[in-house]
């Protein structure tokens, strides 16, 4: 439900109120499970994302063209659909941090999420460990 909202309306503009409305559960429901919107989103992206990945059978009956075709378009269709999700929680987590003080309000948190996704995808593309090492380095710059 919340990510169907946010699919429709963008990250920015879903509230969690829309979110219970929707949901038709008590607000102390929602926050029970999820602290805040941004992990209630991202917990329905990761969920997404295991449909969207999930191993299709090796049972033998596709050749492996096949396969590798039928994975390679859920990964782009997950990427086009949730792209913009994903880079929303990144960008509100930058913007809590300028609202905080823990960011100077003088950085572009547009220009800092995408120099974050272009980290994480040129490390991938380059067979680069992506790890808690290469997250904390990531967030130690963007801070710096």
């Given at each position: 439900?919340?990510?169907?909202?946010?699919r429709e309306l963008g990250y920015e503009k879903v509230s969690v109120s829309e979110i219970i409305e929707q949901a038709g559960v008590a607000r102390q429901t929602l926050y029970n499970r999820w602290n805040t919107k941004a992990y209630l989103v991202l917990e329905a992206v990761f969920e997404r994302t295991n449909?969207?990945?999930?191993?299709r059978s090796w049972d033998g009956a596709e050749d492996c063209r096949t396969l590798l075709e039928g994975f390679l378009i859920r990964i782009?269709?997950?990427?086009?659909?949730?792209?913009?999700?994903?880079?929303?929680?990144?960008?509100?987590?930058?913007?809590?941090?300028q609202d905080r003080g823990e960011l100077s309000s003088g950085r572009n948190v547009e220009t800092l999420s995408a120099l974050i996704h272009g980290?994480?995808?040129?490390?991938?593309?380059?067979?680069g460990v992506l790890d808690a090492g290469f997250a904390k380095e990531i967030v130690a710059e963007t801070f710096a």
């Open positions: 439900m919340a990510l169907r909202l946010v449909t969207y990945a999930a191993e782009f269709e997950h990427l086009r659909i949730d792209g913009d999700t994903l880079r929303a929680l990144i960008t509100a987590v930058l913007r809590r941090a980290a994480f995808w040129y490390r991938l593309l380059n067979r």
